[in-house]
């Protein structure tokens, strides 16, 4: 992959955004932008997408010693004990953390390293004069990642802070984006429902399963780890309603086909309420309720890149990774998308 290729910034507006649209019956794929959307897509398809909010998790601070710290909070404190201070966290620092080991953060906060685990996860509680979730709102990064430069800094802060962020965000909970839904605007909705074309919601926490390499020789021995879902009756129901009627279910990115072929029961039907699911897609996956998919490009190795090429087949995939490649498309999380039919 070029560096130039991997988007730093998201384009000036968010449905200006290039979109390469794969046919895969024809094995045919075309250049357009994503603003062509309504042109598309059919009257009667339903738009199923996440309306996670990411939480600003990323925080600088430093050790007693003087030395520097990154770490990433992570939502999921249930598992931590009962103490909302208590958080398990990813750390990056210059020397491994000893458990005991004072950390100290911006507004007088600091936190106490309890446990050392493996693959930099340690579990720390915070302290002082905020909790440890107003310090995030008032001085966290988003948990962008790591290709994407930035560092302490604050030039992109603002920057990232609304683009970071789906213009569906409410629930609050993930530690990555649903990028696949970053491209939406509200005009853009509103022309797709004047299309006849609806939108239903459900919620994904994206985990930090997301970010981990896959180190299995076998892929299907890869764990993502688990991650919250929530599908609302009405979901439910407009999925079922949509397929009666001859309609294409179309997801709208990775999270949202992880929670649907999750959720379907053995009659097809699509079971609402709240769950947990670590499934990976991999190439021979019979997929059930998804009929298309809109999604961004995906790094090479990861189980992101499993679920496509399960979706659309792995050649067909890669030449058309390499068709946008040569002509210049932006690559990852702030970059361009592909609509597969």
Do not use: W
């Amino acid at each position: 992959m070029p560096a130039e290729s991997i988007a730093q910034v998201p384009v000036s507006r968010r449905d200006h955004s290039r979109l390469l649209v794969l046919d895969r019956k024809e094995e045919a794929v075309s250049d357009r932008f994503f603003f062509d959307m309504p042109s598309l897509l059919r009257s009667g398809d339903l738009l199923v997408v996440n309306d996670t909010r990411v939480v600003p998790a990323r925080l600088f601070g430093r050790k007693e010693s003087g030395g520097r710290v990154e770490i990433l909070v992570l939502g999921d404190n249930d598992s931590a004990g009962k103490d909302p201070e208590t958080r398990f966290c990813l750390l990056r620092s210059s020397k491994r953390p000893k458990k005991g080991g004072l950390l100290l953060f911006e507004s007088g906060v600091s936190g106490k390293v309890r446990e050392v685990l493996e693959n930099g996860l340690v579990k720390i509680t915070f302290s002082g004069d905020c909790s440890i979730n107003s310090l995030l709102e008032e001085q966290g990064h988003m948990p962008l990642p790591p290709y994407i430069k930035r560092g302490e800094k604050a030039t992109y802060l603002h920057l990232d802070k609304e683009r970071y962020q789906t213009i569906f965000a409410k629930t609050a909970g993930a530690v990555a984006a649903p990028t696949a839904g970053l491209h939406f605007t509200e005009d853009l909705i509103d022309k797709l429902k004047s299309g006849g074309i609806s939108v239903a919601q459900l919620t994904l926490h994206v985990g930090h399963g997301t970010f981990r390499p896959v180190r299995t020789k076998d892929i299907r021995r890869h764990h993502i780890g688990d991650e919250v879902y929530h599908i609302k009756p009405e979901t439910a129901d407009a999925i079922e309603q949509t397929r009666k009627k001859g309609g294409r279910v179309i997801a709208v990115g990775t999270t949202v086909v992880r929670v649907l072929e999750t959720a379907v029961t053995p009659d097809g039907s699509i079971l609402p309420g709240h769950g947990k699911t670590d499934l990976l897609v991999t190439p021979g996956f019979s997929f059930r309720v998804v009929d298309a998919l809109i999604t961004n490009f995906h790094l090479p190795k990861s189980s992101l890149l499993f679920l496509v090429s399960a979706f659309a087949g792995l050649e067909f995939i890669k030449k058309s990774y390499r068709s946008a490649i040569e002509k210049g498309y932006r690559f990852y999380s702030y970059g361009d998308a592909m609509l597969i039919l």
